[in-house]
């Protein structure tokens, strides 16, 4: 599945899938430039002979140019959950992939890979996926000329994520008890390497043109049984409390108004839409997804692990 050594530009590399995927293009032979706002983000990249990491800011049209330009395959995977100050959805998701395409298009690079997220829709409930819908629209909108593929995943798994680990340490914290809003919310989580082994696979195949792939891991879950997962594997305690809507919607109106924001009312507007595959495009690709109970013991550290504070005290 490796095929010719392409340059790439991997937009949003120094994040979660971003770590994961730059290493996996790098094993495969591909030269990688991993544009970032900050360069300590990406310091654990620098070890990957094949990679640069370059000092950019990717909405300033003309550092896009540049960025772009020569290149055999752009990736996005430039995302935030949450806004923060001019840091809008609409800035980071819509307008970017909109400022994307007319870069594309200026340097005559034609392949383009964009992340997006199941439930991605302009007439979705809550403004991140309305944003990511967007941004699909305008990369479906250049299919003239755009060789696109969008890849639309579930909640992603794996180490350094901020699903299983979050979930881990809040219930560290709180000695194992959580009042959870929307617990009848239904996932297929998504290991994170299933995730990256898709961009892979996409990246040289040319029937993944101008398609959008749905990513889901094996199983269905509410938000409940992925923290009671999350909790038998990493040995903890887990009371969870699951809050009517009324009270759930006031949880996150109060936690996004601290600081970090662990849940804010967008997300939980995201969280009535069930994200669930309608179809696999996992299959489609020729990947058989790996379940959490199949890798999260790899990583998530047990209380017999040194270093973990209960085995400490
Ligand atoms: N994790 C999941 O469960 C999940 C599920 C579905 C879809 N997705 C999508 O997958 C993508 C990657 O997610 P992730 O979990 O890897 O996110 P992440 O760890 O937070 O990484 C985000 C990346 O985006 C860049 N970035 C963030 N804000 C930016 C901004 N304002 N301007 C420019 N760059 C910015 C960061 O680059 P620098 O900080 O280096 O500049 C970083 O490389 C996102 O598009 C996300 O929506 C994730």
């Not at 994040?15 to 032979?29: C, E, H, I, K, P």
């Not at 936690?255 to 804010?264: E, H, R, Y």
Request: overall charge positive; hydrophobic content about 45%; aromatic content about 4%.
């Amino acid at each position: 599945m490796v095929g010719e050594p392409m340059n790439i530009c991997v937009l949003g590399g120094t994040g979660f899938v971003g770590t994961a995927l730059v290493n996996r293009l790098a094993r495969d032979g591909h030269w990688v430039v991993v544009p970032t706002r900050n360069p300590e983000h990406g310091q654990h990249l620098r070890v990957l002979p094949t990679v640069e990491l370059a000092t950019a800011n990717v909405h300033d049209p003309s550092a896009l140019d540049r960025l772009v330009t020569g290149m055999d395959a752009v990736i996005n995977l430039v995302g935030i959950l949450n806004e923060h100050g001019r840091c809008t959805f609409q800035l980071v998701h819509a307008a970017l992939a909109q400022k994307l395409v007319a870069a594309l298009k200026a340097a005559r690079v034609r392949r383009l890979l964009q992340m997006s997220a199941l439930g991605a829709d302009t007439g979705a409930p809550s403004r991140y996926l309305r944003s990511k819908g967007e941004a699909e629209a305008h990369i479906r909108a250049a299919a003239a000329h755009l060789d696109f593929t969008i890849l639309r995943p579930s909640v992603i798994f794996g180490p350094g994520d901020s699903l299983t680990n979050r979930f881990a340490n809040l219930l560290r914290l709180s000695g194992g008890f959580l009042p959870l809003a929307r617990p009848q919310a239904r996932f297929s989580p998504v290991y994170v390497h299933d995730v990256t082994e898709a961009f892979a696979r996409a990246l040289s195949d040319r029937k993944t043109h101008g398609q959008s792939y749905e990513l889901c891991g094996p199983q269905v879950m509410t938000l409940e049984q992925l923290v009671r997962t999350t909790a038998q594997a990493a040995g903890l305690r887990c009371l969870l409390l699951g809050l009517p809507d009324p009270i759930g919607r006031l949880q996150a109106a109060l936690l996004g108004a601290l600081p970090g924001k662990p849940l804010t009312l967008d997300n939980f507007r995201s969280l009535t839409l069930d994200s669930v595959c309608a179809d696999s495009g996992c299959e489609r690709l020729g990947i058989a997804p790996r379940t959490m109970a199949q890798i999260l013991p790899g990583y998530l550290p047990s209380p017999a692990t040194p270093g973990n504070s209960r085995a400490m005290a």
